[in-house]
């Protein structure tokens, strides 16, 4: 909107205030459509907000109303010798057992060395090997040891070789210490160390190299862990471990072992069970969800009560109150909470539809029904999951919900009054610019009126005085 200062200088008017004044006139149309544009701005947000927590609903309910939901199990062992959990495929079912021995890494030590050349006899290599495992599956890594002297250096290279081998320095006295070497948990990370480089072929030819730290001299040996499955039966099964964990020894269950059976001693058993302990929670959220939905659209069409400017008590709708569809969805949110699955009440199990139109949730009843009847409250929470995936799936989808074609032709709606809006400042801004032409016309011609009147009173003037002074004249030829 121009703002520029027109007032009349001629005329005397206060032209700014005057346009302004007939500007508002002008603008009483496009005043209206901001009126209507800011008012369905409201509504596209509610839209969105009241669609956005319908999805979550959608998506609680899609959950709840899965497979899946119910099919958590639990494990538990009958010893501390043994524990168990379970993963995705576990079903309830049992496993007896006896823990025969405990998977055992390698550890060796060099005689007492001064530096790092004793550990090789005296003469220190520029490289060395570690071997581990065995026979096809032997894996030859070579060292490089150029420049090494110390037995911390070489034990930090060997470390730095990612074998699996391990090295630390173990301090005898001040000028004596001695390496160890720590593998991997089972038989097949079993290692040696040749000094120089060694490969596979020459550890299979027939004067193989001989090793300055061998496995068969290990302080400690590779070992796997071992159960025996079904013990004392026909049935009996040796399995074997590299780790002290036996992974999906069943479907889904992993067994980790920490001690060996005494002879004699009862087998261990792990049990696997349906997990109901988090059913409650599942409910609570569901019925929580629910309220939401049904809280927003409470809130979002309740009346709104305030005094008009003459006093007078003014009661308007909420902003959703004129959307059939919201009440709608909210009925069938309600229905689809309390209707009876297979002739039981989700009331029954804690599902409560109160007079006030709210559901609530009642954790005891519902642990009650649950410790009663277990498939009973599958059923009938399955079955009110259901109902409301389809209802909140209904009004939320993206493509085909009721709410989001709600929200699409509203936003419609406001993008046509902005253009409208939009046109009016044109029209304004041109009415604006003609108006304060038209009051600048004015003064001009103010202007020139005033001095043309200044002209003819001037030109009145001199004829005046000129036939003043004429008269004068005769007046005096004329004397006797």
């Known amino acids: 909107m121009s703002t520029a200062a027109i007032d009349g200088l001629i005329s005397g008017l206060n032209t700014t205030s005057l346009i302004n004044q007939f500007m508002q006139i002008e603008a009483a149309p496009q005043t209206l459509l901001k009126q209507q544009a800011s008012a369905n701005d409201s509504l596209v947000q509610a839209l969105q907000s009241l669609n956005v927590k319908v999805a979550s609903l959608a998506s609680n309910a899609t959950s709840v109303a899965s497979a899946s939901t119910w099919q ?32 055992t890494a390698q550890t060796s030590a060099t005689g007492i060395v001064a530096d790092a050349a004793g550990v090789f006899g005296g003469t220190m290599p520029t490289s060395a090997t570690i071997v581990t495992g065995s026979g096809s599956t032997a894996t030859a890594t070579t060292i490089d040891l150029q420049g090494i002297t110390t037995l911390a250096g070489l034990a930090t290279a060997i470390n730095g070789a990612n074998t699996g081998v391990s090295a630390s320095v173990v301090t005898i006295s001040p000028t004596q210490s001695r390496l160890q070497l720590t593998g991997a948990t089972g038989a097949s990370s079993a290692f040696d160390l040749y000094a120089g480089t060694v490969t596979t072929a020459d550890l299979a030819s027939a004067t193989p190299p001989t090793a300055v730290v061998d496995r068969s001299a290990a302080t400690t040996a590779a070992a796997d862990a071992q159960i025996t499955l079904w013990p004392g039966t026909g049935s009996a099964q040796a399995v074997t471990s590299a780790t002290n964990t036996f992974g999906n020894l069943l479907t889904g269950v992993n067994v980790t072992v920490s001690a060996v059976t005494a002879s004699g001693a009862t087998p261990v058993t792990v049990t696997m069970s349906r997990d109901t302990s988090g059913v409650p929670t599942t409910a609570s959220n569901l019925v929580t969800n629910i309220s939401t939905v049904l809280s927003e659209i409470s809130s979002q069409t309740a009346p709104t009560t305030t005094t008009g400017s003459d006093g007078r008590t003014v009661v308007s709708g909420g902003v959703l109150s004129g959307q059939s569809s919201v009440r709608r969805l909210a009925d069938a949110v309600r229905t689809a909470a309390s209707t009876p699955v297979n002739g039981v009440s989700p009331s029954t199990i804690g599902i409560v539809l109160n007079q006030d139109g709210t559901v609530t949730y009642d954790a005891s009843l519902f642990s009650a029904a649950l410790a009663a009847d277990p498939a009973k409250v599958q059923a009938v929470l399955t079955g009110v999951a259901t109902a409301l995936q389809n209802v909140a799936t209904q009004a939320s989808d993206p493509t085909t919900g009721t709410l989001s074609a709600s929200i699409k032709s509203q936003q419609s709606v406001s993008d046509q009054l902005d253009k409208q809006i939009s046109d009016w400042d044109t029209t304004l801004a041109l009415r604006r610019t003609a108006l304060e032409k038209t009051y600048s016309d004015l003064e001009v011609s103010l202007s020139n009126l005033n001095a043309q009147s200044a002209y003819l009173t001037s030109q009145l003037n001199n004829l005046t005085s000129s036939s003043s002074s004429s008269s004068s004249s005769s007046t005096s030829a004329v004397k006797f």
């Open 72 to 103: 958590a199990v639990s494990a538990t062992s009958s010893s501390s010798a043994a524990s168990a959990t379970t993963t995705s495929g576990a079903v309830p079912s049992s496993l007896s057992f006896t823990v025969d021995a405990l998977a």
